[in-house]
């Protein structure tokens, strides 16, 4: 009889300490990813400053020059600003606010921003350069927009 319970009270020791060492390993994976999460929660709230940050130029986030626009909406403004600078690209040698390239390749915008009420910002290449530009539009509701070329960079 004492053996038995000898062998029972082994056999319950052994099966607790495989069950502490169980829940040791669960509770130490369940920390990891409590950390993990924590870690990009921060890392969103590092790339939503960021985010921030780099638009802070951007007609997106300034309420004034929306206002500028008075009764129109600025989504509506920058849609016909956008599409009059693309109607350029269609006349015959291309955009002529853009440099024409040294060894005759097409210049093309391949990417374009509206930076406030005024101006726009973008870059541009051909087959032997590249190029970002600055460029002041004037928005009509009724017209064209007209462009003016500020000043651009070759690399």
């Not at 910002?121 to 462009?147: A, K, R």
């Amino acid at each position: 009889m004492k053996q038995i319970f000898l062998y029972l009270f082994v056999f319950s020791l052994l099966i607790n300490v495989f069950q502490y060492v169980n829940d040791s390993k669960i509770l130490e994976a369940k920390d990891m990813e409590l950390e993990k999460t924590a870690h990009l929660k921060d890392s969103v709230k590092i790339y939503k400053n960021m985010f921030k940050e780099a638009n802070y130029f951007s007609i997106d986030e300034n309420k004034n020059a929306q206002a500028k626009f008075g009764e129109y909406n600025y989504e509506d403004v920058l849609n016909k600003v956008l599409l009059d600078f693309t109607n350029l690209n269609t006349q015959e040698g291309g955009n002529p606010l853009l440099p024409i390239a040294t060894d005759g390749s097409k210049t093309v915008v391949r990417k374009a921003k509206v930076l406030n009420h005024k101006w726009m910002m973008l870059d541009y290449s051909n087959d032997s350069e590249v190029g970002e530009m600055l460029i002041e539009y004037h928005f009509n509701p009724n017209e064209i927009t007209s462009f003016n070329v500020l000043t651009n960079v070759n690399y």
